[in-house]
């Protein structure tokens, strides 16, 4: 897992998403956040049983549903 250990009482800290861009590296906004968390709910949750998965996410006032379909599997010769 890329947590790393906090001491007692403090959340662990997790990696930080980053965009690049022509003005350089960013943060990214709270609806391209809330994207990205309710995208990859989605992707964890696929399996070679279930290949579509919908995802909610709601955030405050927000919210996000993603549908993720995976792609059909290759076919080795």
Do not use: N
Request: proline fraction near 16%; aromatic fraction near 2%; charged fraction near 20%.
């Amino acid at each position: 897992m890329p947590w790393t250990r906090s001491p007692p009482g403090r959340a662990p800290r997790l990696p930080l998403p980053l965009k690049t861009g022509p003005d350089g590296i960013s943060v990214p906004s709270p609806l391209e956040s809330l994207v990205l968390v309710a995208s990859l709910r989605a992707v964890a949750r696929l399996s070679p049983e279930q290949r579509e998965v919908l995802s909610s996410v709601v955030a405050g006032d927000e919210q996000m549903q993603v549908r993720v379909r995976a792609p059909a599997p290759r076919v080795r010769h």
